[in-house]
Nanobody, 126 residues
């Protein structure tokens, strides 16, 4: 497992941008798929985006496609989520997740990941 720490959340107006970062410690980062999920109180954890261990494969939820971009830097053990054209409905706590890839990867399934950060809050005002 890896230890994950998110940063970059905050308050932004609709139409604005934020960049979330997730710093990972541990020797398995470069072998790990990384995902971003979000959650609002009273609702389940929602898939946002994921990136394969090599960075060659990226996946997005339909609700963020074209607005959010996930990227990773294996030399720096970081994964980023660039969020543009933010909407009030993007308001949530955002979580970074990781799992070493071996065989089939279930990027969209939060239960597949075995390492989680503590989350960072994003608030988009209208």
């Amino acid at each position: 497992q890896v230890q994950l720490i998110e940063s970059g959340g905050g308050l932004v107006q609709a139409g604005g941008s934020l960049r979330l970062s997730c710093a990972a410690s541990g020797r398995t980062f470069s072998s790990s798929a990384m995902g971003w999920f979000r959650q609002v109180p009273g609702k389940g954890r929602e898939f946002v985006a994921a990136i394969s261990s090599s960075g060659s494969n990226t996946i997005y939820a339909d609700s963020v496609k074209g607005r959010f971009t996930i990227s990773r830097d294996n030399a720096k053990n970081t994964v980023n989520l660039q969020m543009n054209s933010l909407k009030p409905e993007d308001t949530a706590d955002y979580y970074c997740a990781a799992r070493v890839e071996s065989g089939i990867s279930y990027y969209r399934n939060y239960q597949w990941y075995d390492s989680w950060g503590q989350g960072t809050q994003v608030t988009v005002s209208s």
